[in-house]
């Protein structure tokens, strides 16, 4: 079965503080993998597209990289504003659903 | 307006009561999308249309009734419904059924 886990399940961190996301899947042939930011009270934003792993995007403090069994979003020195909860999703080949992640749930403090 | 709009934002009803989602997209994309989310738990995908097609329906009650009059709109018609059923409902669109899906700000539903 398709499946799509995150961890942690929140992260604290202070302003500055750099870290890591992971995103784990198990998919039969991985199509692309999404990540999104979500802030409290808002429909999800699209931030990056994987294809392949060794792939890497950036974006700001951001920066995906993907293997064949995950995925890490990278948050270089963080602020505040970047506080939010980060969704992986993935498509399987030979299928068109999209299968969430439960979240990272990200606070970094000032 | 500008990418994926919802109304009503938030929504109190019934369990009795009769009402309906609206979403709409201005992005040109070719493919709608439903989901439900609640507290800690994964998106869950409800329905998909594609070129106003019903390509997906994914076991979802029958007290929840899609329509998608063009590729542009997409509605949730909501009857009878159950407190559990309170939830984040999001709408979505791409363009096709492949990659990123680009999201409505969402409904918060609360049924009494």
């Known amino acids: 079965e398709d499946q799509v886990t995150q961890s942690p399940e929140a992260l604290r961190l202070q302003e500055g503080e750099s870290s890591s996301l992971n995103c784990s899947y198990t998919?039969?042939?991985?199509?692309?993998l999404f990540w999104y930011r979500q802030d409290p009270g808002k429909g999800p934003e699209f931030l990056f597209t994987l294809y392949s792993a060794g792939e890497e995007k950036e974006k700001e403090r951001l920066k995906a990289t993907l293997t064949k069994k995950e995925s890490f979003l990278h948050i270089t020195a963080p602020k505040p504003e970047d506080s939010a909860t980060y969704l992986c999703?993935?498509?399987?080949?030979?299928?068109?659903?999209?299968?969430f992640g439960a979240g990272t749930r990200l606070f970094v403090k000032a | 307006e500008t990418g994926v709009t919802q109304t009503p934002r938030h929504l109190v009803m019934g369990m009795t009561n009769k009402k309906s989602l609206k979403c709409e997209q201005h992005?040109?994309?070719?493919?709608m999308y439903w989901y439900k989310q609640s507290a800690k738990k994964p998106l869950e995908l409800m329905f998909v249309?594609?070129?106003?097609?019903?390509?997906e329906n994914n076991s979802v009650p029958s007290r929840f009734s899609p329509e998608c009059p063009n590729s542009s709109h997409l509605f949730l018609h909501l009857h009878t419904l159950q407190p559990e059923d309170s939830a984040l409902y999001l709408c979505?669109?791409?363009?096709?059924?492949?990659?990123?899906?680009?999201f409505g700000p969402g409904t918060r539903l609360t049924v009494t």
């Open positions: 999703a993935v498509q399987a080949s030979g299928g068109f659903k999209t299968i």
């Open positions: 249309y594609s070129l106003e097609e019903r390509v």
């Open positions: 992005l040109g994309h070719n493919a």
């Open positions: 979505a669109s791409s363009l096709g059924r492949l990659g990123e899906q680009y």
């Open positions: 998919v039969s042939g991985l199509r692309g």
